[in-house]
């Protein structure tokens, strides 16, 4: 299972999940808002009577402004707690036989901190991506 991915897209962009890392993916209704919590945890919404956290992918970018309340969410469980990243949509699980290969270009620096390497599917470039820096936030959330 470790060559299969869950494919979907941040802000346009396309990205690969380890899918040994995602317990499923839904649609999520309701997102309440959590006092004070950093810019990039939209809230939190019940799912299968388990509280998940809400982070907006977007804000831990910080790519946009991220006015999202709810969408498609790709679950992973860090730690015991469980998140929903919301992300713009899911293409599909698929399998890439190739192992990941080193970033050779410039990336933003919210990508620089989330991205674990490059994989090819069908001629395009995806970026794999770590769920757990996604969930730490930017620099200015750790710091806090």
């Known amino acids: 299972m ?10 346009g962009q396309p990205v690969a999940i380890r899918a040994s890392l995602v317990e499923s ?15 990039h945890v939209s809230g939190l919404a019940a799912l299968r ?10 804000r ?3 790519l946009a402004d991220g006015g999202e309340k709810g969408g498609r969410a790709v679950v ?8 929903g990243l919301l992300v713009g949509s899911i293409d599909d ?22 991205a674990l390497g490059m ?10 991506i770590d769920p757990e820096r996604i969930i730490a936030g930017p620099d200015e959330a750790l710091a806090a």
Request: net charge negative.
């Open 2 to 11: 470790e060559k299969l991915y869950l494919i979907a897209t941040i802000a």
């Open 119 to 128: 994989l090819e599917l069908d001629g395009e470039a995806l970026l794999l």
């Open 76 to 83: 992973v469980s860090v730690e015991g707690h469980h998140y």
């Open 93 to 114: 699980a698929r399998v890439i036989d190739e192992p990941p290969q080193p970033i050779r270009g410039r990336l933003e620096a919210g990508w620089a901190r989330v």
């Open 49 to 58: 009577s388990k509280v998940l956290t809400v982070i907006s992918c977007e």
């Open 60 to 62: 831990s970018l910080q």
């Open 25 to 39: 993916v839904v649609d999520l209704g309701e997102v309440a808002p959590v006092p004070l919590a950093p810019p």
